[in-house]
């Protein structure tokens, strides 16, 4: 691989070849970047939810624990 570039101009190895892999890997790289903020996203909503519920759960046993039944 290194003798097919070493003949090549700086701007072949620096500018061409990664717009190439851009252009035919966009769609892919763009899936996985969205597929990891999804994820990403999901992970932080279910963490929010939960310290809610524990929340939630914490002030109603506080609450209820003073033996109002």
């Known amino acids: 691989m ?6 090549m101009p700086w701007w072949v190895k620096w500018i061409a070849v990664p717009v190439l892999a851009i252009v035919v ?3 892919l790289i ?3 970047v969205g597929f ?3 994820l990403l996203f999901k992970v932080l ?3 929010i939810l939960v310290g809610g519920l524990i929340f939630v759960v914490r002030k109603f ?3 209820s624990s003073h033996g109002d039944w």
Do not use: K, L, P, Y
């Open 2 to 7: 290194r003798e097919i570039f070493a003949g």
């Open 25 to 27: 890997f966009g769609g």
């Open 30 to 32: 763009a899936n996985v």
């Open 36 to 38: 990891m903020i999804g």
């Open 45 to 47: 909503v279910f963490v």
């Open 61 to 63: 046993m506080s609450s």
